[in-house]
């Protein structure tokens, strides 16, 4: 076969191969993928230089193309071992195979013109290095798949074995005049493995640095699922997981007939630890909550945090009389030892049974308001939901809406904040007409209005609002309507839905539907600004 023929496909080869793998690490921009792709570059050059042999210079021809041949093999352990995060990506001993190379080809070139001593010497030191790309492969602190640690291993044992047969090729009487482009079948031989073996050094490249790729993604879509699944304060199970994981129980107990209960609990007064000591113990107690509640349940058991300092207990194989036992002994333990820097901290609970004919929903609604019933009863007790039981007639329920939002995360907050407390009123408004629990409610959610409107009126003077006295003054007629209204229920001379629907259709929802919404183009641009400096 005509040699001149199979050194200019090798280097058409090698270039091909050496643009592939420039894109990969100008696309990628990996340190070893810019080390493959420097290598496969030279490799190009040291072909180019092959051909030149007879009509270039010694220095180019031979020196040169040895050289950067050599290097070619290097820079795949080079490049291997870099990924492999092995210490000394380029250690010592790769300069000593240069040095070596060159005491070999100078005085074999200048001195007695031996192409055998070359070529014996360069397979030698191609099966060295080649040698050290197989320890790498076996040092590598990454994981690689039994397949293309396989490869890897198949495609360096086969190098060297073309090698170790070119030796034996190269040192046959028959080919003791022979040179590189001589046509005999030590050159035709070795341009053809070569070629073979540049392709698969490329393909094991790319398959190495895909698979790598599929394994961060793997282990990224594990990060991203547990971030969708984990409370990352509590790291609990979240909201979002109970939906789909009380579907499921609630399959497998129609299925066996067996008894499923659910139990919500809320940390009674956490407003006043966030407000006295700050955030910072809030979420400690909140870690402290979920760790007492974690060492209380059993193992078929799940704790999903609901929501700010709702926590909710998913009970397979228990039933009303079970849950209200474990439910007891929950509160117990978080009432037992006092809590850093607060002290004692309690929590009120609801239990429900799901019935088989009853709807997820339906179930969420008797444990809410079993809940409810707990707090409104004095708080720091369990409460269950019986057979007997019936939800309000009209239990409805104010919905946040995304048009309602300012842009400023704490007028948000405390909005919603506001919601959640009219929500709650509103149902026992429905359910109970012990005056008495009611007055405290109202006034719950009273000084949560004037704590409100303060943080609202700081804001509004931060974000230069133009209406922001006069916004001050319309907080300051809606107290003062609301504290007469409040006395004139303590005095009997109104009743509870009067200064219910005071409270929450006009201060709360009123308030925010008519003169809150004038603020938001300034606060949502104060939200941008703030996004973009950062």
Known sequence: MDTKTLTFTMMLVAGALALVTVILALYRREKHLTIYAAGFVTAMFSFLLFMGQGTLSSWLSVIAANLLLLFFYLSLAWGLRTWAEIPRTWPGRFNVYILVWLGVLLPATYLWDSYLARATVSSVLIVVVTGEFLFAVSRTKREVSTVIHRAAWLIGLGLIACHV????LLWLPQNAEASLLSNNVVSS????????????????????????????LSLKNEVLEALATTDKLTGLSNRHLLETTILSEMDRSLRYS??????????????RVNDTWGHETGDLVLKTTAS????????????????????????????????CILAEKIRQTIEAEPFPTVGPVTASFGVAEWKPQESREHWFKQVDQALYRAKNGGRNQVVRWNSEDTLPIALVKLEWRTEWESGNTGIDNQHRRLLEIANGLLDHSLTSQNKAVLTGLFQELLDDVLQHFAEEERVLQTVKYPEAEHHAELHRQLVTEAVVLRDQFLKGETDATSFFNYLVGKVVIGHLLTADVKFFPYTRADSRASTSRS
Do not use: C
Request: aromatic share 12%; proline share 4%.
């Open 189 to 216: 031989f070795t341009f053809i493995f070569t070629i073979f073996f540049s392709i698969l050094w490329t393909g094991l490249i790319l398959i190495t640095d895909a698979a790598s790729l599929v394994k961060e």
């Open 292 to 323: 007492r509640i974690l060492s209380s349940i059993r193992g078929p058991d799940s704790v999903f945090r609901w929501g700010g300092e709702e926590f909710v207990i998913l009970l397979p194989h228990t039933n009303l009389e079970g849950g």
């Open 258 to 271: 067996q008894p499923l209960s659910l139990v919500m609990l809320d940390l009674d007064h956490f407003k």
């Open 165 to 168: 047969i070119r030796i034996g």
